[in-house]
């Protein structure tokens, strides 16, 4: 059973870097695709980015794109979420997924695993 399991969240100000870390146990397929998805209240969960676990392939949603950094460390197993320039509307919960099915997604329902979420608050 495959365990997610993030950390890193805060309250900060506009402007601000964060740095999200998700844990990952029991994973023993190297096809993965890990993600970050985010979610404000009354809104859908959004895709953040993903990364490739076998060769580090990086997607990233517009919104985001040139703020923040998706990495991964294989010897840790554990993804990482770098969040620069921080703004009031990238406030939600944010969750870390994986899918066991190579190639890239963006669609929640094709992730099989979720962590429990990890809130970031930017205030302006």
């Known amino acids: 059973q495959v365990q997610l399991v993030e950390s890193g969240g805060g309250l900060v100000q506009a402007g601000a870097s964060l740095r999200l870390s998700c844990a990952i146990s029991?994973?023993?397929?190297?096809?993965?695709?890990m993600a970050w998805f985010r979610q404000a209240p009354g809104n859908e969960r959004d895709f953040v980015a993903s990364?490739?676990?076998?060769?580090?392939?990086?997607h990233y949603s517009n919104s985001v794109k040139g703020r923040f950094t998706i990495s991964k460390d294989n010897a840790k197993s554990t993804v990482y979420l770098q969040m620069n320039t921080l703004k009031p509307e990238d406030t939600a919960r944010y969750y870390c997924a994986l899918t066991i099915a190579p190639g890239i997604t963006t669609i929640p329902e094709e992730y099989e695993y979720w962590g429990q979420g990890t809130q970031v608050t930017v205030s302006s």
């Open positions: 029991g994973r023993t397929s190297s096809s993965n695709e």
């Open positions: 990364i490739a676990w076998s060769d580090g392939f990086t």
